[in-house]
């Protein structure tokens, strides 16, 4: 072989760096160029020209290795791209939003100013995205060299095809953004009035719920939150079944349940935040009726709501 030959296998191997696969790669390629170059002759070309010919028909040996190699030349191929783009999306749509209300709410318990609140939350938010995309492109890409071809996971089929949607699809993934944005609002809110409040007692920060809520029923509270949030995604998943209205009753009862015993017991309000504000106890005695009865109210609304949809969606089925 001459020194073109030579130096194309050389480029073509120097970066595998196991001896005995960068071995075989090389005699395989100097054996596909051997028989091209024949050829090549045989149809009436000089050797140096055919060798040209064989080399340039064989083209980049980068990407002739990679092939040879079954390694892919893309940072994340067709097979995982769409399941990458989809997660990313749904990652940078949520979290560094949630991360930057946490850092901003964070900002404000400790007294600084507007300008800094905002800016802590903007660059907060924007360090995460970072975040999130990076890693989420560093394990897809270390998936798609680390994975067989032709998995069951991800081979394609009919199979996978997406359902039709119905019309009531829009509809179910509004109520859904509406309710994730209000359940994780509370969340933030509750966790945030406990270790970020901005109402202090001298060096004393004053949480507005009372501080013995925590673990318990604080963590109650939360962990209903959190089951609601599940109940949100079932709902637009399967839509309104009488499971999951009964489900949803369920939950409402238990939170709104939680609250009217709070509120009844003088549980809920944190009798220092109450004194610092300059409300008198009488005021708040007088308005638990009104909070109570409003809590029942939107409580046996919700639940009423949820027959009535998977009524309406029963009978939708069954015609």
């Not at 390629?29 to 149809?43: F, S």
């Amino acid at each position: 072989m001459s020194t073109l030959t030579d130096r194309y296998v050389h480029a073509a191997t120097r970066f595998v760096s196991a001896e005995d696969e960068r071995t075989e790669l090389a005699l395989e390629l100097r054996e596909r160029i051997a028989d091209t170059i024949d050829d090549l002759r045989a149809r009436g070309l000089a050797e140096e020209q055919a060798e040209w010919q064989a080399l340039s028909d064989l083209g980049d040996p980068l990407r002739l290795a990679a092939e040879y190699r079954g390694r892919p030349m893309q940072l994340i191929g067709p097979r995982y791209y769409f399941i990458w783009l989809r997660l990313l999306v749904t990652l940078l749509a949520i979290v560094p939003a949630a991360i930057g209300v946490i850092a901003a709410l964070a900002a404000a318990g400790a007294r600084e100013p507007a300008g800094d609140i905002i800016g802590t939350g903007i660059s907060a938010a924007l360090s995460v995205a970072l975040q999130v995309a990076f890693w989420t492109t560093a394990v897809f890409a270390f998936i798609e060299r680390a994975a067989p071809d032709g998995t069951e996971e991800t081979a394609w089929s009919p199979e996978k095809l997406p359902e039709l949607p119905d019309a009531s699809e829009r509809h179910r993934r509004n109520d859904l953004v509406a309710s994730l944005v209000f359940i994780t609002t509370m969340a933030a809110l509750l966790v945030w009035q406990y270790v970020g409040s901005p109402f202090f007692d001298g060096e004393t920060r004053l949480p507005i719920l009372a501080p013995d809520l925590w673990p318990w029923r604080g963590g109650a509270l939360l962990a209903l939150l959190a089951l609601e949030a599940g109940q949100a995604l079932w709902l637009y998943r399967r839509g309104w079944t009488w499971p999951g209205a009964i489900a949803n009753i369920a939950i409402s009862l238990a939170f709104g349940g939680l609250l009217v015993w709070l509120f009844l017991t003088d549980r809920l309000l944190n009798p220092a935040f109450i004194e610092h504000v300059g409300w008198d106890q009488s005021w708040v005695d007088s308005a638990t009726p009104f909070v109570v009865v409003a809590t029942v109210a939107i409580v046996a609304w919700e639940s009423i709501d949820a027959l009535l949809k998977a009524g309406r969606r029963g009978r939708a089925v069954s015609s």
